[in-house]
């Protein structure tokens, strides 16, 4: 089934290539999530969370989004698994680079190609919003788990290639 009316705008507006341009800061408002997270931790509880959250919020070099015209969406990034699956919110397992299996979804919400995950651990969303530039992508992410205090929250800026 081919994609039509203001999807294909959506979707040809957010298909290419994007880079990290968000510097240090971002990445120390990245490192600050984790550690509000597992700011109710216990002390020996704290170093495992940390250590497995930060990979998780681990900041891409890059994002290729790629839609195929059909319904379908394709997430790359190197160094991670390729994410894909139908923007119409059904799920697809996935296996991220540390073995964690989850559910993923995917679907435009307002103008935003919203990817949400769930697993039997916790769950999470990221937000992927092109600014009016079409140049500027803000990656909003988003991971929660009944044992952290706190949801890990923030945003990264990346710029098209």
Same mark, same amino acid.
């Given at each position: 089934m081919r994609v039509s009316g203001p999807e294909v705008e959506l979707q040809r507006r957010y298909s290419g290539s994007y880079l990290y341009a968000g510097g240090d800061a971002e990445r120390r408002a990245a490192s600050a999530a984790v550690e509000q997270a597992?700011?109710? +931790?216990? &002390? +020996?509880?704290? =170093?495992?969370?940390? #250590?497995?959250?930060?990979?998780r919020a681990e900041v891409r070099d890059g994002y290729t989004l790629a839609f195929d015209g059909l319904g379908n969406v394709t997430?790359? #990034? =190197?160094g991670f698994p390729v994410e894909a699956g139908p923007l119409d919110g059904r799920p697809v397992a996935q296996e991220n680079k540390y073995g964690d299996k989850s559910q993923l979804t995917w679907r435009f919400v307002e103008g935003v190609?919203?990817?949400? @995950?769930?697993?039997?651990?916790? @769950?999470?969303?990221?937000? &992927?919003?092109l600014a009016d530039d079409d140049a500027t992508l803000l990656v909003h992410r988003v991971m929660e788990s009944t044992q952290l205090s706190a949801p890990v929250d923030f945003t990264l800026t990346y710029r098209r290639k």
């Open positions: 597992i700011s109710g +931790l216990s &002390f +020996l509880a704290k =170093p495992i969370a940390r #250590s497995g959250l930060k990979q997430i790359s #990034s =190197p190609l919203v990817q949400k @995950g769930h697993s039997d651990d916790g @769950g999470g969303e990221t937000d &992927f919003r």
